[in-house]
């Protein structure tokens, strides 16, 4: 498995969600306007409360649409183990005992797949991690969290 395998695992993660997040908005916007919400009296609020579920379900779709487009646009460097830690790496650490992966990413952060048998992990600009693993090299230490570079690609 390569990371161009892991990004296109990573994009049909993000258009399953997609795709599910669609499926909720239409049941809650149906459930907004359906006969089963209808008032019942002046303190019936299934109305307004299914509306307003609606309307956050259509934001948090707009922005995850919005995710999967900044990701399909997503075309990471090659980095070697000579190179330091950049925008777009694969970072292979041993964090804890443990081989882990991380994919530094414009957008996505918090997703996670299967990569080599190990957990990968997108983080994003907004992660702290992501800030302290950007200039760091192959066989350099964190402190917070504990984790060492093994791996660069």
Same mark, same amino acid.
């Given at each position: 498995m390569t990371k161009s395998d892991a990004i296109a695992?990573?994009?049909s993660q993000l258009q399953q969600k997609i795709s599910l997040m669609t499926s909720a908005l239409a049941d809650s916007s149906e459930s907004a306007s359906g006969d089963e919400t209808k008032s019942e009296g002046k303190y019936d609020t299934r109305a307004i409360e299914a509306a307003y579920l609606a309307e956050a379900q259509a934001e948090q779709? +707009? /922005?995850? &649409?919005e995710s999967?487009?900044?990701?399909l646009n997503f075309?990471?460097?090659p980095y070697s183990i000579d190179d330091q830690v950049g925008p777009g +790496? /694969?970072? &292979?650490?041993e964090q804890s005992g443990e081989i882990c992966f991380y994919l530094l990413a414009p957008t996505a952060?918090?997703?996670i797949t299967d990569y080599l048998g190990c957990e990968l992990t997108i983080i994003t600009p907004d992660?702290?991690?992501y800030q302290e693993l950007i200039g760091k090299k192959l066989g350099d230490h964190l402190i917070t969290?504990?984790?060492k570079i093994i791996g660069l690609e």
């Open positions: 695992d990573l994009n779709l +707009a /922005l995850a &649409e999967l487009s900044l990701f075309t990471p460097p +790496a /694969l970072v &292979e650490v952060g918090g997703t992660s702290r991690l969290p504990p984790l």
